[in-house]
């Protein structure tokens, strides 16, 4: 049902009101029928030999109560044939129809296409969409439409929406072209180096791409407090998840690391603990690291931690920062 609008809403009394509608953000016992099941895609990468892990970091993200995980097929069958990991489904339609939609930035529309390109949820309603593409009176009519061209994954049970994976992540990226977008872009850009600046430990070189990178979001982000710098550093961060899976305040057992980079299952990267300040030191950041035995809710990972203490300076308006191995 990808793709698939769902009946035109004409009114109230329409003359075609009697029937039950079925759909992207309401599908279900259909749902099994979107795509193909986890079950399904896992006994198929066991059958082509091929890794589950990188399927699913490109494929899947559209979840439903109804049948769990459900994965484009047609990104999928062509990934097994092709065995090459890449951007099939979205070939069908040029990134253009995409750019149109999130152009139109309704009611700070472009301030939540950046929060979701960061790893966030945004909640929204869905119930006044006219169920046609050209009827919009607000960023939930938006919204709701791309979810249902299968450019949003939709959660029911929160009423929200989010980027589901690595294949409609990057046509995000393609759309977000052009003057409107030209400060998320250019973040975007360099996120490439700030994440090797962090494996190599440059701690200068990251403070400075940090910089830039709340230059460029001020527009559209208010950077006041350690939420809105959490959400800078995860769009500064957003190379990231080609390797990563991002975790915000995850619990250690003596409170909440800000923000781990967990490597995914074919990543050989090390993990990232981040530990975010405003206004006070990034000494501040590592020392609540180690305070706070954040590294005990990675002690079923083998692999290198990185500790990450960043401080951002409202005077200044400059970021500092600390980086560690852990030990």
């Known amino acids: 049902m990808t793709g698939i609008l769902p009946v035109k809403k004409y009114g109230t009394h329409s003359a075609l009101n009697m029937f039950t509608e079925y759909s992207m953000t309401s599908p279900r016992f259909f749902a099994e029928y979107i795509g193909f099941t986890e079950t399904e895609v896992r006994e198929l990468c066991a059958r082509y030999d091929i890794d589950f892990d990188m399927m699913q970091s490109w494929y899947d993200g559209y979840f439903f109560p109804e049948t769990g995980h459900v994965y484009n097929p047609k990104s999928v069958v062509d990934a097994l044939r092709f065995r090459e ?4 489904w979205t070939q069908t339609e040029t990134y253009e129809a995409l750019k149109i939609y999130i ?5 700070g529309l472009k301030d939540d296409i950046t929060r979701m390109l960061a790893g966030e949820r945004i909640a929204i309603h869905t119930e006044r969409f006219q169920n046609d593409m050209t009827t919009f009176e ?7 439409l791309l979810i249902h061209l299968g450019y949003l994954a939709f959660d029911r049970t929160t009423s929200e929406v989010f980027i589901p994976n690595t294949e409609i992540r990057g046509e995000y990226r393609n759309a977000i072209t052009g003057d409107h977008w030209k400060d998320i872009a250019t973040a975007l850009e360099t996120s490439d180096r700030l994440l090797r600046a962090t494996w190599e430990k440059d701690a ?3 403070a400075q791409l940090l910089d830039a990178a709340h230059m460029e979001n001020t527009s559209v982000l208010t950077y006041n407090d350690e939420n809105s710098l959490c959400c800078v550093i995860a ?5 990231s998840m080609k390797e990563y899976t991002m975790i915000r305040e995850l619990p250690s057992g003596k409170g909440f690391a800000d923000m781990v980079f967990l490597p995914k299952k074919y990543s050989d990267k090390p993990a990232l603990l981040v530990e975010l300040k405003c206004g006070t030191s990034a000494d501040g950041a590592i020392a609540q690291i180690h305070e706070k035995n954040y590294v005990n809710s990675l002690k079923d990972y083998k692999g290198k931690i990185l500790l990450v203490g960043i401080n951002y300076d409202k005077k200044t308006k400059t970021h500092t920062c600390i980086i560690e191995q852990a030990n």
């Open 103 to 107: 152009d139109m930035n309704y009611d």
């Open 235 to 239: 769009i500064a961060y957003y190379s």
């Open 138 to 144: 607000s960023k939930d009519d938006v919204l709701t």
């Open 85 to 88: 990991f890449s951007s099939y």
């Open 204 to 206: 200068q070189t990251v």
